[in-house]
């Protein structure tokens, strides 16, 4: 093998270990996400400050997490029951999400919903 050869093998094999390494996430273009509301079904334990993230910080969120599937998200994570909610672009889709604090959340894209887990959020939750 020359030298030539081999030194493109391997920016190859670099540059296909960096796509792969990079969470799902990472590859769809998130845009325009903004913040709507905060909803909560126990608003004495679980209040807006519990989930007070901006339009960038909820980017930032979706940009971090990793998608999980639903019986990862229920077996393995607190769901708490309030969430801030709103909508964004995904590759130019149309989307709404929610965030709940835990750092977990969810995107739904016309009839399909994905679920995300962020393990390197806990500062945007100011924890």
Not at 23 to 46: H, L
Request: aromatic content about 8%; some cysteine; glycine content about 6%.
């Amino acid at each position: 093998m020359t030298v030539a050869t081999w030194a493109g093998a391997l920016a190859a094999a670099v540059l296909l270990a960096a796509c792969t390494a990079a969470p799902e996430s990472a590859r769809d273009a998130i845009t325009d996400v903004y913040v709507s509301d905060f909803r909560s079904a126990a608003p004495a334990s679980c209040r807006p400050s519990d989930v007070a993230l901006t339009h960038a910080q909820a980017r930032s969120f979706f940009l971090r997490a990793g998608r999980v599937d639903y019986k990862t998200l229920q077996d393995n994570y607190e769901i708490a029951p309030c969430n801030i909610e709103g909508t964004l672009k995904r590759n130019g889709e149309a989307c709404e999400w929610k965030i709940r604090p835990g750092a977990t959340g969810s995107v739904r894209c016309g009839s399909k919903t994905d679920y995300f887990v962020c393990e390197t959020c806990k500062d945007l939750f100011g924890r």
